[in-house]
Protein backbone atom coordinates (compact mmCIF):
# COMPACT_ATOMS: atom_id res chain seq x y z
CA UNK A 1 0.00 0.00 0.00
CA UNK A 2 2.55 2.30 1.29
CA UNK A 3 5.21 1.36 -1.99
CA UNK A 4 1.85 1.80 -4.51
CA UNK A 5 0.96 5.00 -2.52
CA UNK A 6 4.78 6.34 -3.40
CA UNK A 7 4.38 4.89 -6.63
CA UNK A 8 0.68 6.82 -7.42
CA UNK A 9 2.67 10.55 -6.04
CA UNK A 10 5.92 10.04 -8.12
CA UNK A 11 3.97 9.05 -11.15
CA UNK A 12 1.92 12.09 -10.65
CA UNK A 13 4.97 14.26 -10.70
CA UNK A 14 6.58 12.93 -13.39
CA UNK A 15 3.54 13.08 -15.55
CA UNK A 16 3.91 9.72 -16.49
CA UNK A 17 1.62 7.51 -14.68
CA UNK A 18 3.65 4.20 -13.97
CA UNK A 19 6.70 5.20 -15.30
CA UNK A 20 8.66 5.84 -12.14
CA UNK A 21 7.02 2.63 -11.00
CA UNK A 22 8.57 0.71 -13.47
CA UNK A 23 11.68 2.32 -13.52
CA UNK A 24 12.06 1.72 -10.21
CA UNK A 25 11.77 -2.28 -11.20
CA UNK A 26 8.03 -2.83 -9.94
CA UNK A 27 6.01 -4.49 -11.43
CA UNK A 28 2.73 -3.79 -9.35
CA UNK A 29 0.04 -3.69 -11.97
CA UNK A 30 -2.19 -1.28 -8.81
CA UNK A 31 -0.07 1.53 -9.49
CA UNK A 32 -1.41 2.10 -12.94
CA UNK A 33 -5.41 1.88 -11.90
CA UNK A 34 -4.81 3.55 -8.50
CA UNK A 35 -3.48 6.99 -10.45
CA UNK A 36 -6.39 6.07 -12.82
CA UNK A 37 -8.76 5.71 -10.12
CA UNK A 38 -7.89 9.13 -8.26
CA UNK A 39 -8.68 11.36 -11.35
CA UNK A 40 -11.53 9.46 -11.53
CA UNK A 41 -12.49 10.29 -8.13
CA UNK A 42 -11.57 13.58 -8.54
CA UNK A 43 -14.09 14.82 -11.56
CA UNK A 44 -16.71 12.34 -9.58
CA UNK A 45 -16.07 14.50 -6.24
CA UNK A 46 -16.68 17.91 -7.94
CA UNK A 47 -19.33 16.02 -10.28
CA UNK A 48 -21.45 13.84 -10.58
CA UNK A 49 -21.05 12.61 -6.42
CA UNK A 50 -22.17 15.78 -5.13
CA UNK A 51 -19.49 15.94 -2.88
CA UNK A 52 -18.36 19.25 -3.76
CA UNK A 53 -21.32 21.60 -2.81
CA UNK A 54 -20.84 20.56 1.31
CA UNK A 55 -16.75 20.14 0.79
CA UNK A 56 -16.19 22.33 -1.75
CA UNK A 57 -14.27 22.03 -4.77
CA UNK A 58 -11.05 21.44 -3.40
CA UNK A 59 -12.12 20.12 -0.03
CA UNK A 60 -11.82 23.51 1.90
CA UNK A 61 -15.30 22.17 3.45
CA UNK A 62 -18.41 24.79 2.88
CA UNK A 63 -20.30 23.83 6.08
CA UNK A 64 -17.28 24.30 8.60
CA UNK A 65 -13.99 23.09 9.68
CA UNK A 66 -15.37 19.45 9.80
CA UNK A 67 -16.25 19.09 6.52
CA UNK A 68 -12.87 20.03 6.04
CA UNK A 69 -10.89 17.35 3.76
CA UNK A 70 -7.71 19.19 2.40
CA UNK A 71 -4.53 18.30 4.02
CA UNK A 72 -6.21 16.67 7.40
CA UNK A 73 -4.34 16.18 10.60
CA UNK A 74 -2.44 13.14 10.70
CA UNK A 75 -4.54 11.21 13.38
CA UNK A 76 -7.68 12.67 11.26
CA UNK A 77 -7.93 10.00 8.19
CA UNK A 78 -9.04 7.33 7.97
CA UNK A 79 -6.82 4.62 7.50
CA UNK A 80 -7.75 2.63 4.17
CA UNK A 81 -9.56 3.31 0.98
CA UNK A 82 -11.78 1.09 2.13
CA UNK A 83 -12.60 2.94 5.23
CA UNK A 84 -13.50 6.14 3.43
CA UNK A 85 -15.69 3.86 1.36
CA UNK A 86 -17.62 2.53 3.93
CA UNK A 87 -17.74 6.24 5.28
CA UNK A 88 -19.22 7.56 1.90
CA UNK A 89 -21.52 4.38 1.55
CA UNK A 90 -22.88 5.49 5.47
CA UNK A 91 -23.15 9.13 5.17
CA UNK A 92 -22.72 10.61 8.58
CA UNK A 93 -25.54 10.38 10.96
CA UNK A 94 -26.57 12.45 13.95
CA UNK A 95 -25.04 9.93 16.43
CA UNK A 96 -21.44 9.93 14.96
CA UNK A 97 -21.34 13.65 13.68
CA UNK A 98 -18.85 15.91 15.15
CA UNK A 99 -20.70 19.49 14.18
CA UNK A 100 -24.44 18.57 14.53
CA UNK A 101 -24.52 18.51 10.49
CA UNK A 102 -25.37 15.48 8.86
CA UNK A 103 -23.86 13.67 5.72
CA UNK A 104 -26.32 11.52 3.65
CA UNK A 105 -25.86 8.43 2.34
CA UNK A 106 -23.08 8.35 -0.84
CA UNK A 107 -23.72 12.06 -0.33
CA UNK A 108 -26.76 12.10 -1.50
CA UNK A 109 -25.93 10.58 -5.01
CA UNK A 110 -26.20 8.04 -6.88
CA UNK A 111 -22.34 6.96 -7.22
CA UNK A 112 -22.35 3.15 -7.35
CA UNK A 113 -19.72 1.18 -5.55
CA UNK A 114 -17.14 1.45 -8.25
CA UNK A 115 -17.55 5.10 -7.97
CA UNK A 116 -17.09 4.84 -4.30
CA UNK A 117 -14.25 3.13 -4.62
CA UNK A 118 -12.78 6.09 -6.80
CA UNK A 119 -13.91 8.84 -4.94
CA UNK A 120 -12.69 7.31 -1.48
CA UNK A 121 -8.88 6.89 -3.38
CA UNK A 122 -9.25 10.64 -4.23
CA UNK A 123 -10.25 11.92 -1.01
CA UNK A 124 -7.52 9.83 0.70
CA UNK A 125 -5.45 11.49 -1.44
CA UNK A 126 -6.83 14.93 -0.65
CA UNK A 127 -6.98 14.70 2.93
CA UNK A 128 -3.22 13.54 2.99
CA UNK A 129 -2.28 17.19 1.52
CA UNK A 130 -1.39 15.13 -2.03
CA UNK A 131 -4.59 16.43 -4.41
CA UNK A 132 -3.90 14.58 -7.33
CA UNK A 133 -4.43 17.23 -10.37
C1 LIG B 1 -25.11 17.49 2.18
C2 LIG B 1 -23.72 17.78 2.50
C3 LIG B 1 -22.67 16.71 2.19
C4 LIG B 1 -22.42 16.07 1.00
C5 LIG B 1 -23.15 16.23 -0.33
C6 LIG B 1 -21.27 15.20 1.24
N1 LIG B 1 -20.85 15.31 2.54
FE1 LIG B 1 -19.24 14.41 3.37
N2 LIG B 1 -19.66 15.27 5.16
C7 LIG B 1 -20.68 16.18 5.39
C8 LIG B 1 -20.64 16.63 6.77
C9 LIG B 1 -21.59 17.63 7.41
C10 LIG B 1 -19.54 15.95 7.36
C11 LIG B 1 -19.00 16.10 8.77
C12 LIG B 1 -20.00 15.71 9.82
C13 LIG B 1 -19.41 15.99 11.17
O1 LIG B 1 -19.43 17.17 11.58
O2 LIG B 1 -18.92 15.07 11.82
C14 LIG B 1 -18.94 15.12 6.31
C15 LIG B 1 -17.83 14.33 6.50
C16 LIG B 1 -17.16 13.66 5.49
C17 LIG B 1 -15.91 12.96 5.65
C18 LIG B 1 -15.10 12.85 6.92
C19 LIG B 1 -15.75 11.90 7.84
C20 LIG B 1 -14.78 11.14 8.67
O3 LIG B 1 -15.14 10.87 9.83
O4 LIG B 1 -13.69 10.80 8.20
C21 LIG B 1 -15.58 12.45 4.43
C22 LIG B 1 -14.35 11.64 4.08
C23 LIG B 1 -16.63 12.84 3.51
N3 LIG B 1 -17.58 13.57 4.19
C24 LIG B 1 -16.63 12.52 2.19
C25 LIG B 1 -17.66 12.86 1.30
C26 LIG B 1 -17.70 12.45 -0.09
C27 LIG B 1 -16.62 11.65 -0.78
C28 LIG B 1 -18.84 12.95 -0.62
C29 LIG B 1 -19.40 12.76 -2.02
C30 LIG B 1 -19.68 11.38 -2.39
C31 LIG B 1 -19.52 13.70 0.44
N4 LIG B 1 -18.77 13.61 1.58
C32 LIG B 1 -20.71 14.40 0.27
C33 LIG B 1 -21.60 16.63 4.47
C34 LIG B 1 -21.68 16.22 3.15
Not at 93 to 114: C, E, F, K, T
Amino acid sequence: MTLSRRCLLLGLLAGGPGFVCRAAGQSDPGADSTVARAARGRSLFEGKGLCFSCHGKNGEGLLGPSTRLASRPSGHTRPSVADVAALIKSGVDSAHSISGQLMPARGGSRLNDAEVEAVATYVLELEKGRKPE
